[in-house]
Each structure stands twice: as structure tokens, then as C-alpha cells.
């Protein structure tokens, strides 16, 4: 059974860069045809949908984040991360990865990691 | 950019009633639509794919319908644990594969 764990620091200061990395165990990340997702909830807020990488390289982004974000695979470590640059007080969420099977939906979620950016 | 809509926001029920969530699209998505159950600190659960389908595990009290741009979630009769919020998600081939911004069953 794939099940995924977030880690990072739960502390970034403003205007840094937040990396997160999500590891993957019970499968690999290069199988098959799944999006490896990153999806975050602020305080008190709806499911934002951040992006993905494909099990084959390709990856796409939320327009309001493309330009800070980065979202890669590290096969050797069956990992995938997310890199948001200049963060701000609007980053402040629960990040959550998750494994996407295209139509048939985010059926795989890691238990979320909260991220607080402080001035 | 494909933008869904969910109503309404809040949802005011006791257990044993009928729940029935609404989720429009800004444009069609066919039947590329799943729903998410999400309670406070824990990860969002898939209940339904492609509209109607039910997600592994999850129980028949819960159904989709719908296609095109106007669909709904039903919970025929709540149990107290499906007191939540639900989400919507597009999953035509035309990411971003937005959320709506969730229908919320409160206890009345």
C-alpha cells in the first residue's frame, strides 16, 4: 500500500525559500501513470491546488504560483519536492502531497505538514 | 481555467437527513469530476470519480451525479461522522485541476 510523508521546516522566514520534499514508500514514483501532487489549505481556508509531476518528468502549476514554484522527482530516493521561492505571510498553509491518478482523482494523501512563514 | 462553483456554502442538517451538494463548472468537464471529504486535521478522502463512481472503501450512502457543468453530491442519510466539508475537483485533461471552495454539513 503507497503511502506518502511530508517533511520540511515548519518555520520559513519571509522573502526564503520553502522546500518541501515527499517521500514515497510501498511503490515507486516512476510506475505507472500518476501525477505526484502538492496541494495546500490555509488557515481557516478551502483545498488549494499548488501542482503536479508526472511519473515522467512533465509537470504543470498553478498560474498564481508558476512563477515561484518548482515541483521534481529524485528517483533514486523515490521522493518529490516543491520549491517556492520569495515566500510571504500568504504561503502560511498546511502543505499537503498527494498521489493523482489523472481522472480517477487524489486517491493517496500524506498527512499534511504545516508551513508558517514569519517576518 | 476551469472554475467550479459549489452551493451552497454551509449546509445545516441532522443526522438522518438527506444531503444534496451542488458543484457548477465554468465550462463543461463532461463527466471529469471527483468530490473530497475533508474533516479538521485530517488529509481530504476521495468518495467519487468521474462523477458517479464511488472511491474504494467508501459507502453507499454516498453518490454522485451529474455531467457537463452542473453536478451534485447526495449523502442519503448522514452519520455522524460525515459531518465535514466537501470539495470539488475538475479532472478533465485541462489542468489546473482546481478545487471549488467547499460545501461545509454542519450539525443543526
Known amino acids: 500500500q503507497v503511502q506518502l510523508q511530508e517533511s520540511g521546516p515548519g518555520l520559513v522566514k519571509s522573502s526564503q525559500t520553502l522546500s518541501l520534499t515527499c517521500t514515497v514508500s510501498?511503490?515507486?514514483?516512476?510506475?505507472?501513470?500518476?501525477?505526484w501532487t502538492w496541494i495546500r489549505q490555509h488557515p481557516g481556508k478551502g483545498l488549494e491546488w499548488i501542482g503536479f509531476?508526472?511519473?515522467?518528468?512533465?509537470?504543470f502549476y498553478s498560474p498564481s504560483l508558476k512563477s515561484r514554484l518548482t515541483i521534481s522527482l529524485d528517483m533514486s530516493k523515490n521522493q518529490f519536492s516543491l520549491r517556492l521561492t520569495s515566500v510571504t505571510a500568504a504561503d502560511t498553509a498546511v502543505y499537503y502531497c498527494?498521489?493523482?491518478?489523472?481522472?480517477?482523482?487524489?486517491?493517496?494523501w500524506g498527512q499534511g505538514t504545516t508551513v508558517t512563514v514569519s517576518s | 481555467e476551469i472554475v467550479l462553483t459549489q452551493s451552497p456554502a454551509t449546509l445545516s442538517l441532522s443526522p438522518g437527513d438527506r444531503a444534496t451538494l451542488s458543484c457548477r463548472a465554468s465550462?463543461?468537464?463532461?463527466?471529469?469530476l471527483a468530490w473530497y471529504q475533508k474533516k479538521p486535521g485530517q488529509a481530504p478522502r476521495l468518495l467519487i470519480y468521474?462523477?458517479?463512481n464511488r472511491a474504494t472503501g467508501i459507502p453507499v450512502r454516498f453518490s454522485g451525479s451529474g455531467s457537463g457543468t452542473s453536478f451534485t453530491l447526495t449523502i442519503s442519510s448522514l452519520e455522524p461522522e460525515d459531518f465535514a466539508v466537501y470539495y470539488c475537483?475538475?479532472?478533465?485533461?485541462?489542468?489546473?485541476?482546481?478545487f471549488g471552495q467547499g460545501t461545509k454539513v454542519e450539525i443543526k
Open positions: 498527494a498521489r493523482d491518478q489523472d481522472r480517477y482523482g487524489v486517491d493517496v
Open positions: 510501498g511503490g515507486s514514483i516512476s510506475a505507472y501513470n500518476y501525477y
Open positions: 509531476v508526472h511519473s515522467n518528468g512533465d509537470g
Open positions: 465550462q463543461s468537464v463532461d463527466s471529469f
Open positions: 468521474d462523477a458517479y
Open positions: 475537483q475538475q479532472r478533465t485533461s485541462r489542468p489546473p485541476w482546481a
